[in-house]
């Protein structure tokens, strides 16, 4: 079965610093691995999708790579900002119709 | 503008009585999935469905029924409910099973 890990479970970092959240998986049989932000008390927003064939994403201020042979994905946000708090959580579709979430990071950006 | 609406958005209800959890998506997907969301457990799939009249099970299907007689929605039924599902549950839509995914509002549900 898919595992899929989010290490660090917490992150705090003052403004302007750049933010790295990384996302590892047990199996490199994926379809394609996608980044959510999540607010408190609020649903999932799709913040970028790599398919298994690419090797990055980027959309604005946000990069996210993947390398399926270690079975790892980063997502980079550059100069964060305190909007950019939340929790930041990656999903792989391992089978088709069949997404793995890893527990998320939650990110706090201090003014 | 493209939607996911999940109603109702909090819910309180006792042991054993029905109830139904509506989805509805105005973006034409044939994908919709359920999946329920727990402290220290994270996001699992309940069920899913790629088409209309064709569904199945996901991770945590116990307990849970669905139905996908039209594509726009996706129902969530819990026949009898008992208070290990009292959980915070979203619907997703997309276009296909291997797609980017949009995520409704979420229902926060209390069984007692």
């Known amino acids: 079965k898919q595992e899929v890990t989010q290490i660090p479970a917490a992150l705090s970092v003052p403004e302007g610093e750049n933010l790295v959240l990384n996302c590892s998986f047990t199996?490199?049989?994926?379809?394609?691995l996608q980044w959510f932000r999540q607010d408190p008390g609020k649903g999932l927003t799709s913040l970028l999708l790599?398919?298994?064939?690419?090797r990055e994403q980027t959309s604005g201020r946000l990069n996210a790579s993947l390398d399926k042979s270690s079975g790892r994905s980063t997502l980079y946000i550059a100069a964060s900002q305190p909007g950019d708090s939340a929790t930041y959580l990656c999903?792989?579709?391992?089978?088709?119709?069949?997404?793995?979430f890893g527990a998320g990071t939650q990110v706090v950006v201090t003014p | 503008e493209a939607q996911v609406t999940q109603n109702p958005r909090y819910l309180i209800t006792v042991t054993g009585k029905k109830l139904t959890v509506t989805c509805s998506q105005n973006?034409?997907?044939?994908?919709m999935s359920w999946y329920r969301q727990d402290p220290g457990l994270g996001l699992r799939q309940i069920y899913y469905?790629?088409?209309?009249?064709?569904?199945d099970k996901g991770d945590v299907p116990e307990g849970y029924k669905v139905s996908r007689k039209e594509k726009r929605n996706f129902p969530l039924i819990l026949e009898s409910p008992s208070p290990n599902q009292t959980s915070l549950y979203f619907c997703?839509?997309?276009?296909?099973?291997?797609?980017?995914?949009?995520f409704g509002q979420g229902t926060r549900l209390t069984v007692v």
């Open positions: 997703a839509t997309s276009l296909t099973g291997g797609t980017e995914a949009f």
């Open positions: 469905s790629m088409n209309v009249e064709v569904t």
């Open positions: 790599i398919q298994s064939s690419q």
């Open positions: 199996d490199s049989a994926i379809y394609n």
């Open positions: 973006m034409n997907h044939e994908y």
């Open positions: 999903a792989v579709t391992y089978s088709w119709g069949k997404l793995q």
